[in-house]
């Protein structure tokens, strides 16, 4: 199980969670412009969503090793 | 008008990612529509799903960024002391944004702006101390909130290509792949079924009369 405690390590993580409108927003908008269809409509905002959020963690990967590095 | 498929095969039946035709009606109308409210060009194309999606998520991120800065980070302002660049994608929202506009011109004539329960609502802060206490006030919030009113613009302009030029047909990449997994597959197996194994041929071969 993920310790909540390691949480602490990152002050302002929470700050984060301002983030989740706006991918579900932007991916939702993005997968609508791109089809005309729901199911279509839907697993595109999904992908998108999913590489927002891999693309999110790899930054945030880097910029803890760099962290750590100093 | 209708958007047509271009060079693209047509639709299927099959396929969810096919291009089908779109009725666009007036593409210039609707898109002017989908300027002024998101979301208000595709309901006039008859476009009712997309058109709600529009409103519903661009408005919401626009309003809800603007509660988060108490009215005040969608603001024209343009002179030597602040140069107001976020109010270029905030504009791409049309209307909701158009009261910064309005506030801005009234500074301009020496009016006092409008105030609604006493908020300067999308007024220009007056000075640099002014600016200093909303910042103060609404701490990171006001810098969330400018960068949710930038977002639904620039959404919104997506959304008023999609009205004007009707969808940018593509396949999401997880389905590319899949596509040619799949290919790859048949092609594998064809060519197994054409070109027999080894052990098939030497059996042919020790079948066949010398």
């Known amino acids: 199980m993920f310790p909540i ?5 990152f002050p302002g993580s929470q700050l984060v969670l301002y983030a989740l409108p706006l991918i579900v927003v932007v991916s939702l908008v993005y997968g609508a412009t791109r089809h005309e269809t729901w199911p279509a409509i839907l697993k595109h905002s999904w992908d998108t969503a999913v590489w927002i959020l891999g693309f999110m963690g790899a930054v945030f990967l880097v910029i803890l090793l760099a962290g750590w590095t100093q | 008008m209708s958007n047509d498929t271009g060079s693209q095969p047509t ?10 035709p779109v009725d666009l009606k007036n593409p210039t109308t609707a898109a002017i529509l989908a300027w002024l409210v998101p979301g208000a060009g595709h309901l006039y194309q008859g476009r009712r799903g997309k058109g709600i999606l529009f409103l519903v998520c661009i408005l919401s991120i626009y309003f809800l960024g603007l509660s988060m800065g108490g009215g005040r980070v969608v603001y024209a302002k343009w002179d030597n002391t602040e140069k107001r660049l976020p109010l270029f994608c905030q504009l791409g929202v049309g209307l909701p944004a158009m009261p910064a506009l309005i506030q801005s011109a009234l500074i ?12 300067r609502f999308m007024a220009p802060p007056a000075d640099v101390s002014e600016m200093a206490d909303l910042h103060r006030t609404y701490g990171y919030l006001f810098e969330m909130g400018t960068l949710y009113t930038m977002i639904a613009g620039l959404l919104n302009v997506l959304a008023i290509y999609d009205a004007g030029a009707g969808p940018v047909w593509m396949i999401p990449d997880s389905e590319k792949k899949k596509r040619s997994r799949k290919a790859e597959d048949s092609s594998s197996d064809d060519e197994e079924e054409e070109a027999p194994s080894d052990e098939t041929k030497r059996n042919q071969s020790a079948e066949s009369p010398a």
């Open chain 1, 5 to 9: 405690s390691l949480l602490a390590m």
């Open chain 2, 11 to 20: 639709a299927s039946d099959q396929d969810p990612y096919a291009p089908i």
């Open chain 2, 108 to 119: 301009r004539q020496k009016m006092d702006p409008i105030e609604i329960n006493g908020v």
